[in-house]
């Protein structure tokens, strides 16, 4: 997160800012919790959660030893930035093969099904798929679950179409699990997935932000770890948070939000403001317009409770958010002038307003904070 005034941005009202600084500081600090013999895989999908994925790639590409995606249009697009190894989490179909053949990629399969008619693909064409296996360990999301994996595992590791660098699973609630308990028989489970078919010598990856900064020892099998939240400065949950914070590990937040105040205007008491007009003011106001909305990425619940700072200020939002604008109340402390800058993430003066900030208000996770704010705003690397 940038602290100082934000750049300026020619030809642009509006735009994200990301510190190259703080970006290498996390990997750093990551690194110094795993040592140096624990490969970094990068999760840099959706859009290098929502940071921006050029300019992310760009400022950390010789730290890290492989990149982690959805789907090949992701992957067509990383290839050109990088000559990393990149891994696909998400499903590709058959149809998409040809693209991930084409820029190297590394794909996932699913479960038997998957992996029979990926494999079909490969020895019709006489190609050779690189991939990895998702294990099922009670999530109940992709994967295979353990009991059938080993004869899968075992299958594909002799067959000429398809090249098993490895397994994976998730945790389901490594941010929230006080004692580890479900979080501990998950990687029971895959470790009982290794020991069972033997494959030992395959790279398996489970540990992601939440593990990372939970578990104080990693795993022997763990020779990947996909810390994704934390290298762009945030936190699973406040518990993760603390738990890390006390053992002497600290992030720093890379995203900063700007805008610009458009317009400034002073309404009357009794004036409604925004669609619908659920608010109307008490007294006479300054208003303040920012040209940013839900479609930017600010979303609609953020009304309530919802602010931003201008002149190192809390200005809080008054009446809906629109798709492009938001109005807030200027009437206190000072009058700043139309042009004025606005920082809806990142700090002003003493005050600051973080991606966690925006998810307590909007009642969600720091993930979708981020990762919803609109592709099409400009992104740019600072410091």
Known sequence: MITSSPPCLKGFHSFIAISRSALRSNIETIRSKIGPKTKLAIPVKSNAYGHGVREVVSAIDDLV????IDDSRELFELRTMTKKPIELLGYVSPAELDVVVEAKGVLSLFDEDHARSCLSWALERGEVLKAFLAIDLQFGREGISPADAPVLIQHLR????????????????????????????????????????????????????????????????????????????????????????????????????????????QIPADFPIGYGGTFRSK???????????????????????????????????????????????????????????????????SEMITPEDHAV????????????????????LVD
């Open 158 to 265: 002799q067959s000429k179409g398809i090249e098993l660098l490895g397994i994976y699973g998730h945790f389901s609630c490594a941010d929230e699990d006080p004692d580890l308990s479900i979080s501990l028989a998950q990687q029971k489970l895959l470790s009982s997935v290794i020991e069972a078919a033997q494959c030992q010598d395959l790279e398996c990856h489970l540990f992601a932000s939440s593990g990372l900064w939970r578990f104080n020892t990693l795993n022997p099998y763990q020779r990947v770890i996909r810390p994704g939240l934390s290298v762009y400065g945030m936190w699973p949950s406040p518990s993760v948070k603390a738990h890390a914070e006390q053992q002497g590990y600290y992030l720093k937040p890379c995203l900063s939000w700007y805008s610009t105040l458009a317009q400034v205007k």
């Open 65 to 68: 030893d492989r990149y982690l």
């Open 283 to 349: 007294r006479p106001m300054m208003l303040g317009l920012i040209p940013q909305g839900y479609g930017d990425g600010l979303p609609r619940t953020y009304q309530k409770g919802g602010y931003v700072l201008i002149d190192g200020i809390r200005r809080p939002i008054v009446g809906r958010i629109s798709m492009n604008m938001a109005v807030v109340d200027l009437s206190e402390l000072g009058i700043p002038s139309s042009g004025a800058d606005v920082v809806l993430i990142g700090s002003q003066g």
């Open 361 to 380: 208000i909007t009642d969600t996770i720091p993930y979708e904070v981020t990762t919803r704010i609109s592709p099409i705003l400009p992104r740019v």
